[in-house]
C-alpha cells in the first residue's frame, strides 16, 4: 500500500482571491489568497 501524501492534478484560479487546487488522494481545496 502506498503512502497518501498526494499528488496535485492541477490549479485553477477562480478570481483575484481564490485558487482551486485537485488533489489525487485528498481531494478539492479551495485556497484564499487574501487571507
Known sequence: ????CGRPLGLRRLNNET????????GIF?????T
Open 1 to 4: 500500500m502506498e503512502p497518501k
Open 19 to 26: 485558487i482551486l487546487a485537485i488533489d489525487t488522494y485528498l
Open 30 to 34: 479551495s485556497i484564499n489568497l487574501e
